[in-house]
Protein backbone atom coordinates (compact mmCIF):
# COMPACT_ATOMS: atom_id res chain seq x y z
CA UNK A 1 0.00 0.00 0.00
CA UNK A 2 1.13 3.47 -0.32
CA UNK A 3 1.92 5.68 1.90
CA UNK A 4 -1.28 8.02 1.80
CA UNK A 5 -3.15 4.79 2.15
CA UNK A 6 -1.81 3.57 4.93
CA UNK A 7 -2.16 6.66 6.49
CA UNK A 8 -5.91 6.86 4.89
CA UNK A 9 -6.77 3.52 7.00
CA UNK A 10 -5.21 4.17 10.34
CA UNK A 11 -7.40 7.43 10.47
CA UNK A 12 -10.59 5.61 11.94
CA UNK A 13 -8.55 3.66 14.48
CA UNK A 14 -6.48 7.04 15.01
CA UNK A 15 -9.39 8.80 15.82
CA UNK A 16 -11.47 6.02 17.82
CA UNK A 17 -8.01 5.88 20.05
CA UNK A 18 -8.23 9.38 20.71
CA UNK A 19 -12.26 9.68 21.59
CA UNK A 20 -11.67 6.43 24.00
CA UNK A 21 -8.83 8.19 25.77
CA UNK A 22 -10.69 11.83 26.09
CA UNK A 23 -13.51 10.37 27.11
CA UNK A 24 -15.76 12.01 24.74
CA UNK A 25 -19.59 12.61 25.91
CA UNK A 26 -20.43 14.55 22.45
CA UNK A 27 -18.74 14.51 19.20
CA UNK A 28 -19.87 18.32 17.20
CA UNK A 29 -19.00 16.80 13.35
CA UNK A 30 -20.91 16.18 10.31
CA UNK A 31 -19.65 12.59 10.51
CA UNK A 32 -20.65 9.69 13.21
CA UNK A 33 -17.92 8.06 15.28
CA UNK A 34 -18.33 5.07 17.12
CA UNK A 35 -21.29 5.49 19.10
CA UNK A 36 -20.55 9.06 20.63
CA UNK A 37 -23.92 11.39 20.70
CA UNK A 38 -23.28 13.34 17.60
CA UNK A 39 -24.41 16.89 17.60
CA UNK A 40 -24.13 18.42 14.01
CA UNK A 41 -22.80 21.98 12.79
CA UNK A 42 -25.40 22.59 10.65
CA UNK A 43 -28.18 21.54 12.74
CA UNK A 44 -28.39 25.19 15.45
CA UNK A 45 -29.92 28.19 13.98
CA UNK A 46 -28.39 30.44 16.59
CA UNK A 47 -25.85 33.10 15.44
CA UNK A 48 -24.72 34.40 18.50
CA UNK A 49 -21.92 32.84 20.04
CA UNK A 50 -21.72 32.05 23.68
CA UNK A 51 -21.22 34.98 25.50
CA UNK A 52 -18.69 34.62 28.05
CA UNK A 53 -14.74 35.47 28.51
CA UNK A 54 -12.63 32.42 29.27
CA UNK A 55 -10.12 32.80 32.04
CA UNK A 56 -6.61 32.73 30.86
CA UNK A 57 -5.97 29.06 32.70
CA UNK A 58 -9.23 27.45 30.77
CA UNK A 59 -8.39 25.09 27.87
CA UNK A 60 -8.28 26.49 24.53
CA UNK A 61 -7.65 22.99 23.06
CA UNK A 62 -6.57 19.99 22.68
CA UNK A 63 -4.05 18.39 19.96
CA UNK A 64 -2.69 14.85 19.69
CA UNK A 65 0.53 13.98 18.37
CA UNK A 66 1.10 11.82 15.34
CA UNK A 67 1.16 8.56 17.73
CA UNK A 68 4.39 7.39 15.87
CA UNK A 69 6.01 6.39 18.61
CA UNK A 70 2.52 4.28 20.18
CA UNK A 71 -0.64 5.78 21.32
CA UNK A 72 -1.66 9.34 20.36
CA UNK A 73 -1.09 11.81 23.53
CA UNK A 74 -3.14 14.88 24.00
CA UNK A 75 -1.67 18.05 24.43
CA UNK A 76 -3.68 20.61 26.52
CA UNK A 77 -3.39 24.44 25.11
CA UNK A 78 -4.44 27.07 27.43
CA UNK A 79 -5.79 30.42 26.44
CA UNK A 80 -3.85 32.20 28.14
CA UNK A 81 -0.66 31.24 27.11
CA UNK A 82 -1.93 31.13 23.27
CA UNK A 83 -3.35 34.40 23.14
CA UNK A 84 0.40 35.50 24.19
CA UNK A 85 1.56 33.12 21.17
CA UNK A 86 -0.65 35.26 18.94
CA UNK A 87 0.29 38.48 19.97
CA UNK A 88 4.41 37.79 19.75
CA UNK A 89 3.83 36.09 16.73
CA UNK A 90 1.76 38.56 14.86
CA UNK A 91 4.38 41.12 15.64
CA UNK A 92 7.38 38.58 14.30
CA UNK A 93 4.91 37.97 11.49
CA UNK A 94 4.48 42.00 10.91
CA UNK A 95 1.10 41.01 10.86
CA UNK A 96 -2.63 44.02 10.89
CA UNK A 97 -5.37 44.91 10.04
CA UNK A 98 -4.33 44.94 6.28
CA UNK A 99 -3.01 41.32 6.42
CA UNK A 100 -4.54 38.62 4.60
CA UNK A 101 -3.02 34.83 4.87
CA UNK A 102 -3.42 32.12 2.60
CA UNK A 103 -4.11 29.11 4.84
CA UNK A 104 -2.23 26.33 3.38
CA UNK A 105 -1.25 24.03 6.09
CA UNK A 106 -3.53 20.55 7.37
CA UNK A 107 -5.23 21.42 9.88
CA UNK A 108 -3.66 18.51 12.17
CA UNK A 109 -0.48 20.05 12.29
CA UNK A 110 -0.78 23.01 15.30
CA UNK A 111 1.01 25.53 13.01
CA UNK A 112 -1.87 25.79 10.56
CA UNK A 113 -4.04 27.19 14.00
CA UNK A 114 -1.12 29.08 15.03
CA UNK A 115 -1.69 30.60 11.46
CA UNK A 116 -5.33 31.66 11.43
CA UNK A 117 -5.69 32.35 15.21
CA UNK A 118 -3.05 35.17 14.48
CA UNK A 119 -4.35 36.40 11.42
CA UNK A 120 -7.59 36.98 12.64
CA UNK A 121 -6.32 38.27 16.36
CA UNK A 122 -4.87 41.05 14.45
CA UNK A 123 -7.90 42.14 12.02
CA UNK A 124 -6.72 40.44 9.22
CA UNK A 125 -8.36 37.69 6.70
CA UNK A 126 -7.68 34.62 5.91
CA UNK A 127 -7.98 32.73 2.18
CA UNK A 128 -9.07 29.15 2.59
CA UNK A 129 -8.20 26.58 0.41
CA UNK A 130 -10.37 23.34 -0.19
CA UNK A 131 -9.30 19.62 0.20
CA UNK A 132 -7.24 19.37 -2.81
CA UNK A 133 -3.28 19.52 -3.19
CA UNK A 134 -3.43 22.23 -5.00
CA UNK A 135 -0.60 22.69 -8.27
CA UNK A 136 2.22 25.05 -7.80
CA UNK A 137 0.49 27.18 -10.60
CA UNK A 138 -2.94 27.31 -8.62
CA UNK A 139 -1.55 28.40 -5.65
CA UNK A 140 0.66 31.30 -7.12
CA UNK A 141 -2.47 32.51 -8.81
CA UNK A 142 -4.46 32.47 -6.16
CA UNK A 143 -2.11 34.43 -4.12
CA UNK A 144 -1.88 37.08 -6.70
CA UNK A 145 -5.51 37.07 -7.59
CA UNK A 146 -6.60 37.01 -3.47
CA UNK A 147 -3.91 39.55 -2.92
CA UNK A 148 -2.08 37.36 -0.06
CA UNK A 149 0.57 39.24 2.00
CA UNK A 150 1.19 35.88 4.08
CA UNK A 151 1.43 32.32 3.01
CA UNK A 152 2.93 28.89 5.03
CA UNK A 153 3.98 26.09 3.45
CA UNK A 154 5.80 22.80 3.80
CA UNK A 155 9.32 23.25 2.76
CA UNK A 156 9.20 20.95 0.19
CA UNK A 157 6.29 22.50 -1.57
CA UNK A 158 7.73 25.60 -0.68
CA UNK A 159 10.60 24.55 -3.12
CA UNK A 160 8.38 22.96 -5.73
CA UNK A 161 6.68 27.01 -6.07
CA UNK A 162 9.75 28.61 -6.39
CA UNK A 163 10.80 26.03 -8.88
CA UNK A 164 8.06 26.24 -11.09
CA UNK A 165 7.98 30.02 -10.96
CA UNK A 166 11.36 30.01 -12.40
CA UNK A 167 10.93 27.37 -14.74
CA UNK A 168 7.67 29.19 -16.23
CA UNK A 169 9.47 32.59 -15.63
CA UNK A 170 6.46 34.14 -13.99
CA UNK A 171 5.89 37.25 -12.30
CA UNK A 172 5.94 37.05 -8.24
CA UNK A 173 3.46 37.59 -6.16
CA UNK A 174 3.81 40.52 -3.99
CA UNK A 175 4.23 38.41 -0.73
CA UNK A 176 5.07 40.47 2.49
CA UNK A 177 6.21 36.94 4.05
CA UNK A 178 6.45 33.40 3.92
CA UNK A 179 6.78 30.96 6.57
CA UNK A 180 7.47 27.31 6.77
CA UNK A 181 8.33 24.46 9.16
CA UNK A 182 8.08 21.11 10.12
CA UNK A 183 11.20 19.45 8.11
CA UNK A 184 14.61 21.05 6.96
CA UNK A 185 14.92 23.69 4.34
CA UNK A 186 18.03 23.58 2.56
CA UNK A 187 20.14 26.83 2.21
CA UNK A 188 20.00 26.51 -1.53
CA UNK A 189 15.95 26.65 -1.08
CA UNK A 190 16.01 29.89 1.19
CA UNK A 191 18.54 31.14 -1.76
CA UNK A 192 16.22 30.48 -4.91
CA UNK A 193 12.90 31.20 -2.64
CA UNK A 194 14.33 35.33 -2.21
CA UNK A 195 15.78 35.01 -5.47
CA UNK A 196 12.70 34.09 -7.24
CA UNK A 197 9.75 34.63 -5.54
CA UNK A 198 11.05 37.60 -3.82
CA UNK A 199 9.25 37.83 -0.71
CA UNK A 200 10.49 41.08 1.68
CA UNK A 201 10.97 38.47 4.29
CA UNK A 202 10.95 34.44 5.31
CA UNK A 203 9.99 32.55 8.34
CA UNK A 204 11.35 29.01 9.83
CA UNK A 205 9.29 27.93 12.54
CA UNK A 206 10.14 25.61 14.94
CA UNK A 207 9.13 23.96 18.24
CA UNK A 208 7.00 21.03 20.30
CA UNK A 209 3.31 21.05 20.48
CA UNK A 210 3.82 21.38 24.11
CA UNK A 211 5.06 24.48 24.26
CA UNK A 212 2.39 25.92 22.17
CA UNK A 213 3.85 25.49 18.62
CA UNK A 214 6.72 27.52 17.94
CA UNK A 215 8.65 29.16 20.67
CA UNK A 216 11.51 29.08 18.30
CA UNK A 217 11.93 31.24 14.75
CA UNK A 218 14.50 31.93 12.42
CA UNK A 219 13.50 35.55 10.34
CA UNK A 220 15.69 36.68 7.58
CA UNK A 221 14.47 39.04 4.43
CA UNK A 222 17.88 37.02 2.37
CA UNK A 223 20.64 39.52 3.07
CA UNK A 224 21.88 36.72 5.22
CA UNK A 225 20.98 33.26 5.43
CA UNK A 226 22.22 30.29 8.11
CA UNK A 227 24.57 28.19 6.48
Known amino acids: ASPANSVAAALPARRSAIARKAGLAMLVAREGLDDIPLLSPDAGTDDQGPDQVPHPS ?57 RWMTALTHGGAIILRDEELWSPEKTLATIAGQGATHAGFPPRYLQQLTSWAEAQGVEPPAVQLYSFGGEAMPRTGLESLFRVLRPGHAINGYGPTETVVTPMVWKGNGAHLPD
Open 58 to 114: SLAYIIHTSGSTGEPKGVMVEHGPLAAHCRATGLLYDMGEDSRELHFISFTFDGAHE
